[in-house]
């Protein structure tokens, strides 16, 4: 089983919609990190979160980190296809992070 | 500031043979990461690494895998006698030697396709 669970697994919207993608876990984290990996590349990191109840926003990508540090969102306001790729959330304590297996966002034109 | 460094970006390999990866981490970055990822999956941890030292090998097969973090050049994953359910791309990780959260920040190389023929 997955330390941590990301849903939906697969989400293919059109350009323009809005999307909330998932990061759940029951173990607690000091800092969740958001990458973005695209393919034949290395995942991005988009942001880190420390702090619970913490809400981030880039550009269009709004990201909260869950009151209890278990969990995390990614809301993404009028998608654009240039948002493709792989979405992976890291949860992290000391040097120690684990992955979730991704949800692969597919925007179409 | 360069970043993470790996090389090769594609290697292709007999079975049988040796597979060499190599991690050149961010400067200052004292702390290598290294994953496995499957096509459609995610990011699978294999090992952690400072300079000298293995800290945690949890999800690095007992055999034929190796991995190492000399004092002075890169971070070098090594694969013996390679079989074809070793293809996958691997990526190399790196984070800050640091006691607040940023230490817990890994940046990412672009990884390795490894192909086992």
């Known amino acids: 089983t997955q330390l941590l669970e990301q849903s939906p697994q697969f989400l293919s919207i059109q350009e323009g919609e809005n999307l909330t993608v998932y990061c759940n876990s029951s173990s607690v984290f000091s800092s969740l990190q958001w990458y973005r990996q695209e393919p034949g590349e290395g995942p991005v990191l988009l942001v880190t979160v420390v702090t619970g109840g913490e809400v981030k926003k880039l550009k269009r990508l709004t990201f909260q980190f869950g009151d209890a540090r278990k969990d995390s969102s990614l809301h993404i306001t009028a998608a654009q296809t240039g948002d493709t790729g792989l979405y992976l959330c890291?949860?992290?304590?000391?040097?120690?992070?684990?992955f979730g297996a991704g949800t692969r966002l597919t925007v179409k034109p | 500031n360069a970043g993470v460094m790996q090389n090769p970006r594609h290697l292709v390999r007999r079975r049988g043979q040796e597979a060499r990866l190599r991690c050149s981490p961010m400067?200052?970055?004292?702390?290598v990461y290294w994953y496995r990822q499957l096509p459609e999956e995610g990011l699978k941890f294999m090992v952690y690494l400072q300079k000298e030292n293995i800290i945690d090998e949890s999800g690095m097969p007992k055999e034929r895998f190796s991995a190492e973090f000399p004092k002075e050049g890169p971070s070098i994953l090594r694969i013996q006698q390679v079989v074809r359910g070793d293809s996958a791309a691997y990526f190399c990780?790196?984070?800050?030697?640091?006691?607040?959260?940023?230490?817990?920040?890994?940046?990412f190389g672009a990884g390795t396709r490894l192909s086992v023929l």
């Open positions: 890291a949860g992290a304590n000391n040097n120690d992070m684990r």
């Open positions: 400067k200052g970055h004292s702390h």
């Open positions: 990780a790196s984070s800050l030697r640091d006691r607040g959260p940023a230490k817990n920040i890994q940046y």
